[in-house]
């Protein structure tokens, strides 16, 4: 019972911070730019943790990665979200520093597989603050409420998927990498997207400000269909390095990883989505 009630605490308040973060976009971007580079710098750490076994990188290296990170998620803001032209043209900046900077350090590390260490913080750019970044993306090319919209489609996701992997689950999906996880579960969280796409279009379309039920429900299967996907990913990688959770930051939930891990192959899924099967939403 406290391990359900820690749970549910924990999840409503990683849920409000998102929320809070996208709906405040409109009056000031203040909490948006600390909830998702936190997301970044504390994935990245765990993804660093997972890896500890296999080869310890120093401090210096881990804090230049959780940074470049955050670069990342900032490039990306000032890119899209720029008021200016000047701030626009400086974009590159904190990603060609980061890319210097962590190259450079590594000569200075003669003890370390150079190969390994690169690749591990190179993969922690590309598999975390790369797709959390993209989200400045999709911003810039819907309404804010709209990217509520995919996250609230990730969490109807998870949650058809649990119940109905819970009560319906007998056939496998992917038993190599995750045994608990099963078609009955990913049906059900389909449905669930999809049912939720639905009612969000008829009761809330002018909150979320949608373009039209068609373009609307194939966001909710490109977000049920890559989050199966990031899950499946995420598993992989614990998997690889023999750990049951990312992290413990998160009381019942594990780590920042663990909740996000839909959304690191989400949100480039459905920012293509949105540039190239729904042009006309440009």
């Known amino acids: 019972m406290i391990n359900l009630i820690q749970r549910v605490l924990s999840g409503v308040i990683y849920i409000a911070l998102i929320v809070a973060a996208i709906l405040l976009l409109d009056n000031s971007p203040v909490m948006y730019l600390l909830v998702f580079p936190l997301f970044i710098v504390v994935g990245i750490s765990e993804l660093i943790g997972m890896a500890r076994n296999e080869d310890t ?70 598999y975390v603050a790369l797709p959390v970044s993209m989200l400045n993306g999709i911003m810039s090319i819907t309404a804010p409420r709209l990217l509520l919209g995919m996250f609230i489609f990730i969490w109807l996701y998870d949650t058809g998927a649990y119940c109905f992997g819970m009560l319906f689950g007998k056939h496998r999906l992917f038993e190599r990498i995750s045994p608990k996880k099963s078609w009955e579960g990913v049906i059900g969280g389909v449905v669930a997207c999809i049912a939720g796409a639905y009612a969000s279009f008829y009761w809330f379309d002018e909150f979320f400000q949608v373009p039209d039920l068609a373009t609307w429900i194939g966001l909710s299967v490109v977000v049920a269909v890559f989050s199966t996907f990031g899950d499946l990913v995420e598993s992989l990688i614990k998997r690889s390095v023999g750990v049951k959770d990312s992290g413990s930051i998160i009381p019942g939930h594990g780590g920042v990883l663990d909740r996000i891990d839909s959304l690191l192959l989400v949100a480039p899924a459905v920012l293509i989505y949105l540039l190239l099967i729904v042009p006309g939403i440009r």
């Not at 400086?90 to 350090?105: D, E, K, M, N, Q």
């Open 57 to 126: 990188q120093s401090w210096l290296v881990n804090v230049i990665d959780m940074l470049g990170g955050v670069g990342v998620f900032v490039a990306f803001y000032l890119h899209y979200e720029g008021a200016t032209s000047q701030s626009r043209a400086l974009w590159l900046l904190p990603i060609a520093s980061y890319l210097l900077l962590r190259c450079i350090v590594q000569l200075y590390r003669p003890k370390q597989n150079a190969l390994r260490s690169l690749e591990r913080s190179f993969l922690a750019m590309g």
